[in-house]
């Protein structure tokens, strides 16, 4: 079992950046590949990107490509999603999880969900 939370969502302009964080507890972070996902009301929730167990292996939705970076930091149990020059589609309510088999854009291969953090981009 592992407990996923979202923090670092809030209000910023547009071109903008933030910085998600996801804190693990329960089960070993390092033993789950996890994944960023975003979601707007009456939308599927869509993939934002995703990153290995060691961290060695990055994905990234052709939307947020250039202007996403995922790492984590296995020590401190935690994954970041480090956001820049936001644009006002950016806004949604954003989730991580956790995939004990491999990241990817399948919400599928995800066990385990965070709450989400709400992410707003004024223009």
């Known amino acids: 079992q592992v407990q996923l939370v979202e923090s670092g969502g809030g209000v910023v302009q547009a071109g903008g950046s933030l910085r998600l964080s996801c804190a693990a507890s329960?089960?070993?972070?390092?033993?789950?590949?996890m994944g960023w996902f975003r979601q707007t009301p009456g939308k599927e929730r869509e993939f934002v990107g995703g990153i290995s167990r060691s961290g060695g292996n990055t994905l990234y939705a052709d939307s947020v490509k250039g202007r996403i970076t995922i790492s984590r930091d296995n020590a401190q149990n935690t994954v970041y999603l480090q956001m820049n020059s936001l644009k006002p589609d950016d806004t949604a309510v954003y989730y991580c999880?956790?995939?004990?088999?491999?990241?990817?854009?399948?919400?599928?291969?995800?066990?385990?969900w965070g709450q989400g953090t709400q992410v707003i981009v004024s223009p």
């Open positions: 329960g089960r070993t972070a390092s033993n789950y590949a």
């Open positions: 999880a956790a995939s004990g088999v491999t990241m990817g854009p399948r919400r599928d291969l995800y066990r385990y």
